[in-house]
């Protein structure tokens, strides 16, 4: 006798249940809406504020050199940066709301911000 012999059918009606409430609210508890805009911040202040809809290359100017930014399809990224670990350009593509590339030995950052935010002050 197994433990699945001691299921009842009203049992397994409950667990069925639990089950697909949990797969339908998964998407809705990770939905952090589309990305409309790219935050670029130099020394904590705000530099630019880039609509992702239009695809250009800004550069910002920093205490160690100039850093790249570029937007291409709806997305952003550190293209290039004089920091000497590069860990600003290794981010990649940032796409969804509340993605961040903080370039800090140049003092730049970038934050894409969309209608509603990934993250609130509940999930630090």
């Known amino acids: 006798m197994g433990w699945l012999d001691l299921f009842r059918p009203g049992d397994w009606l409950v667990a069925g249940l639990v089950l697909t ?24 202040e705000v ?14 100017p920093g205490p160690l050199g100039v850093t790249s930014v570029v937007v291409d399809r709806r997305r ?6 004089p920091g000497p670990r590069q860990y600003c350009v290794r981010q990649g593509w940032l796409a969804r709301p509340g993605e961040m590339a903080i370039c800090a030995p140049n003092q730049v950052s ?10 609130d002050s509940l999930a630090y």
Request: hydrophobic share 45%; proline share 2%.
């Open 110 to 119: 970038i934050e894409v911000r969309g209608y509603r935010s990934a993250y």
């Open 76 to 81: 952003v990224r550190v293209a290039a940066d």
């Open 21 to 44: 409430g949990c797969l339908l609210s998964f998407p809705l508890a990770w939905q952090a809406g589309v990305a409309e805009k790219a935050v670029v911040r130099r020394g904590g």
């Open 47 to 60: 530099y630019a504020e880039l609509d992702l809809s239009r695809d250009r290359t800004i550069e910002v």
